[in-house]
């Protein structure tokens, strides 16, 4: 019968960490020089290891392009000549571009990050959780993989992702903890079959800062 | 739990703690302190519904994806109907124009965004009318300027759908 130790639940407390593990390590093993190998290491204060193993997001096979299914280059369809109802609106569109600042609304982006979609504008907190990135705290990252614009006047949609002139979404990792205690408790009646298992994952947090917008990309593909 | 000073205060060896008392039955008892009645502070009671309860909790975590599933399902489908579109039409023709959006994300526009909910409708109303699909009870869209490319295969995935 597998029990948790009670000062376990004591421990595993989110704490937030305000310095990487590679700072802490350093730290310790600078403190004894004369043995720097991992065989006298047990003997002296190794810090406890908060984040398990790097979980890498890997795509899974099934979402990558097959080679049956590869674009030909030169069989892209080209636009055809607009009429003119439809140049009225074309022209429409174009000045509502222009006429876009920033100032009048919050702008919101649709972002694909690590599997899943958010919703995001300006000084937005956005929590990936089970991943802890490779990039460490203060880094400043750019979301390109951007499925959707939206302003006061005008969305923009990509099929599925608009390019990267057009926008940059930049982001900061503000945190990265452990979520709270997560508890799985198996049952069997009769059987006395009781198992406890207490698992904590990785989550980082991100604080969005700015969304970007480049004018005259996009009317280029106007 | 109500106990006297000297057991507060005795101190326990670290290999003993598993095999006392104390700590075996606080340890359903941690879990049992918004229970009610007696079942949060006896040990006997509280074992049992505790152990009820994480059974609760592990059959409830495959049941809330399908009920979040259900939401978003729901709602999609009440904002299309305001425009005259099924559910299912508005999430198969954005799939088939390969605008790659969440159920999640669709949900969200069609709360906070409704204007650009409308958009995707009217595309997906364009897209069904170029096939000559349209939906009874539905307004005719706002005019969408295609230029011949919402029927194209601009992107590998969408081959099967025009084979």
């Not at chain 1, 730290?27 to 043995?35: K, Y």
């Not at chain 1, 990936?128 to 990252?141: F, I, R, T």
């Not at chain 2, 399908?66 to 489908?77: A, G, H, M, P, S």
């Not at chain 2, 005259?84 to 949900?107: E, F, S, T, Y």
Request: hydrophobic letters at 40%; glycine letters at 4%; proline letters at 7%.
């Amino acid at each position: 019968m597998q029990l948790a130790n009670f000062t376990l639940l004591r421990l595993l407390s989110p704490i937030s960490i305000r310095c990487t593990p590679a700072a802490v390590i350093n730290r310790t093993l600078h403190s004894s020089p004369a043995l720097l190998g991992k065989k006298y290491a047990k003997y002296y204060f190794t810090p406890k290891k908060i984040f398990r193993k790097e979980e890498i997001y890997r795509v899974p096979k099934t979402q990558l392009i097959l080679p049956h299914e590869r674009l030909d280059p030169l069989n892209i369809p080209e636009p055809s000549a607009p009429t003119a109802t439809e140049s009225g609106l074309l022209e429409q569109l174009a000045s509502a571009v222009n006429h876009e600042q920033s100032t009048s609304g919050r702008p919101f982006a649709i972002v694909h990050l690590v599997g899943k979609q958010y919703k995001v504008s300006e000084g937005d907190l956005v929590q990936l959780v089970g991943k802890s990135l490779l990039a460490e705290l203060g880094d400043e990252l750019v979301l390109e993989k951007v499925l959707a614009l939206g302003f006061t006047d005008f969305t923009l949609y990509g099929r599925p992702i608009l390019s990267r002139d057009c926008v940059t979404v930049r982001a900061t990792v503000v945190e990265k903890t452990l979520e709270p205690p997560k508890i799985r408790f198996e049952f069997r009646k009769r059987q006395n079959f009781r198992r406890m298992n207490i698992h904590q994952t990785n989550a980082t947090v991100l604080r969005i800062g700015s969304i970007e917008f480049n004018k005259p990309a996009v009317q280029q593909a106007l | 739990m109500h106990l006297t000073c000297p057991l507060w205060v005795r101190r326990i060896p670290k290999i003993y703690r598993n095999n006392d008392p104390f700590y075996l039955r606080n340890l359903y008892l941690q879990f049992s302190f918004l229970f009610r009645g007696r079942s949060s502070r006896c040990f006997r009671l509280a074992e049992q519904r505790v152990i009820k309860a994480f059974q609760h909790m592990n059959a409830m975590r495959a049941v809330r994806k399908d009920r979040f599933k259900q939401l978003c399902d729901e709602r999609i489908d009440a904002a299309c109907a305001q425009h005259g579109i099924p559910g299912k039409m508005l999430v198969d023709g954005l799939g088939r124009m390969n605008i790659q959006l969440n159920r999640k994300m669709l949900q969200q526009l069609a709360i906070y965004e409704p204007y650009s909910f409308k958009s995707l409708t009217d595309l997906v109303k364009q897209y069904h009318s170029e096939l000559g699909i349209v939906p009874p009870n539905a307004e005719p869209p706002a005019p969408v300027v295609t230029r011949g490319l919402l029927q194209s295969p601009i992107v590998p995935g969408n081959r099967k759908y025009y084979e």
